[in-house]
């Protein structure tokens, strides 16, 4: 029998209610509990809310409707009142040593309100990661004003096993690399970095702390067992609504930034949780998939086939697009295949995003991916700093000529770290301290009001099929 060499009790802070394993916070697990640790989740997904983001998604008509009540159950309005109480019942009940709390942008004052609970009860060292905490410690040290609270900057894996193990043995946790540590007298220690991880010495995600609801994701009309999987960490490009520039910068000199598992790795995990919960879609949830040397996609797709042979889900860019790799994706079973557009407008693109390819070399790569009959989705954002409605009428023109199977219509979202919040915060879209509360919020701009953005998000299959003209 093995003795458990401590407990952690995961803190899920999901306050938009749809499902879906986090596959971050399933590997946390995974090392701890390859560390010997034992580990719970109390999670908030299907407490707090109904399901936001499945609601706002149906608006825009790109969506299939599905009825979720067989999979993620009905949700009632009395649940968010009962949530203290259950979190409280829980820690008694299970009294963990370490609380881990993981959260993102959307999420964060949600988070304070929960470990603020904690803290009227109970004296457990807190660690709280994610996104939020990588791009604005100062931010979350400072709102966290509690004694013994550690943020976690950056890749947790590892910190977290050594913060876990410190607090179990008794040890100062104060100089851990990765680890901002407010101490009882309200000091802050800063630790640096530490290098960036080795992807192939990671154990596999751990399903076993999740509700089992979680393991299912509409997906074309249906509801699957959806497995999100990492191939590789990392971005080589610089788009300014994204927070992978922040990260470069972050860990210059501490490795390479963009990292690769090894085929075999991958598919060794695929096929182990596969067989344990009954996996039917996977999703490689890699930024740019087809970004990988020819030799690597040749044995991957070699080995996929062989010892996987499921649908599966990817996202790329346009320039990665070639008819050979297209061709070998079509044999292997590729479902999906998502290719980001963002917006129609080149010189917008280039000039505000930092996406420098041109509309030729979208089209064509929508062509080669639609000529194989492959499923596409096109990735489009509105409503970002400097767009103009008017630019509305280049968007719907490229999306209908590129004639994707769906699409991924979404708001721009300030998100920490990014340049794009900067830009919005200098046009007076947001406040400097602006805290996002839900992903789904429809933001303004000086030349494109909020009312008009949500009026494009509800009838943008509209206009792409031609029902509705832009006419500014």
């Known amino acids: 029998m093995i003795v458990s060499k401590g407990k952690v009790l995961f803190i899920y802070p999901n306050n938009e209610g749809s499902g879906g394993i986090p596959n971050g916070l399933a590997l946390l697990s995974g090392v701890l509990k390859a560390a010997d640790f034992d580990t719970r989740c109390f999670d908030t997904s299907f407490l707090q809310s109904p399901p936001i983001t499945y609601y706002q998604r149906s608006k825009h008509r790109f969506y299939e409707d599905v009825d979720y009540l067989p999979y993620w159950g009905g949700w009632a309005e009395d649940l968010p009142v009962k949530i203290p109480s259950m979190l409280v019942d829980c820690i008694r009940e299970y009294q963990p040593d370490v609380i881990g709390i993981t959260h993102v942008d959307a999420c964060f004052e949600y988070m304070e309100s929960l470990v603020a609970?904690?803290?009227?009860?109970?004296?457990?060292?807190?660690?709280?990661?994610?996104?939020?905490?990588?791009?604005?410690?100062?931010?979350?040290?400072?709102?966290?004003?509690i004694d013994?609270?550690?943020?976690?900057?950056?890749?947790g894996e590892e910190a977290l096993v050594e913060f876990a193990t410190c607090v179990v043995e008794g040890r100062d946790y104060s100089n851990i690399r990765?680890?901002?540590?407010?101490?009882?007298?309200?000091?802050?220690v800063r630790n640096p970095l530490r290098p960036l991880i080795d992807l192939d010495k990671l154990p596999y995600q751990d399903w076993s702390i999740f509700d089992k609801r979680h393991h299912y994701k509409?997906?074309?009309?249906?509801?699957?067992?959806?497995?999100?999987?990492?191939?590789?960490?990392?971005?080589?490009?610089?788009?300014?609504?994204?927070?992978?520039?922040m990260f470069r910068r972050m860990y210059k000199g501490?490795?390479?930034y963009v990292r690769s598992r090894t085929a075999d790795r991958t598919i060794d995990e695929i096929c182990y949780l596969r067989d344990l919960w009954g996996i039917e879609l996977l999703f490689f949830i890699d930024d740019n998939f087809l970004g990988m040397p020819a030799e690597r996609f040749e044995y991957f797709c070699e080995q996929y086939k062989k010892r996987v042979n499921l649908p599966f889900y990817i996202q790329t860019r346009s320039e990665t697009v070639k008819e050979g790799y297209i061709r070998r994706l079509k044999d292997i079973g590729v479902s999906t295949i998502a290719i980001g557009v963002e917006h129609g407008n080149e010189q917008y693109r280039k000039t505000h995003m930092r996406r420098m390819m041109k509309n030729e070399s979208i089209i064509k790569a929508f062509d080669?991916?639609?000529?194989?009959?492959?499923?596409t989705t096109a990735n489009v954002i509105i409503g970002m700093p400097g767009e103009r409605e008017e630019m509305m009428k280049d968007t719907v023109e490229l999306i209908r000529r590129v004639k994707p199977g769906s699409v991924s219509l979404n708001f721009f979202t300030p998100y920490r770290g990014t340049e794009?919040?900067?830009?919005?915060?200098?046009?007076?879209?947001?406040?400097?301290?602006?805290?996002?509360?839900?992903?789904?919020?429809?933001?303004?701009?000086?030349?494109?009001?909020?009312?008009?953005?949500?009026?494009?998000?509800?009838?943008?299959?509209k206009y792409v099929d031609g029902e509705l003209t832009v006419n500014c």
Request: proline share 5%; hydrophobic share 35%.
């Open 148 to 155: 013994c609270v550690c943020v976690c900057v950056g890749e």
């Open 254 to 256: 501490l490795g390479k």
């Open 218 to 245: 509409p997906y074309c009309g249906k509801f699957y067992k959806t497995l999100f999987i990492e191939m590789a960490r990392g971005c080589h490009y610089s788009c300014t609504y994204c927070v992978n520039n």
């Open 178 to 188: 990765n680890l901002w540590v407010r101490k009882k007298n309200g000091e802050v």
């Open 368 to 375: 080669i991916v639609n000529g194989f009959g492959i499923r």
């Open 420 to 461: 794009m919040r900067a830009m919005a915060v200098t046009e007076g879209t947001i406040p400097q301290e602006h805290i996002i509360t839900e992903t789904n919020t429809c933001y303004g701009t000086p030349d494109f009001p909020a009312e008009r953005i949500q009026h494009y998000y509800e009838n943008f299959k």
């Open 117 to 145: 609970i904690i803290r009227e009860q109970f004296d457990i060292p807190i660690i709280v990661g994610g996104i939020t905490c990588t791009s604005s410690p100062e931010l979350v040290i400072r709102n966290m004003n």
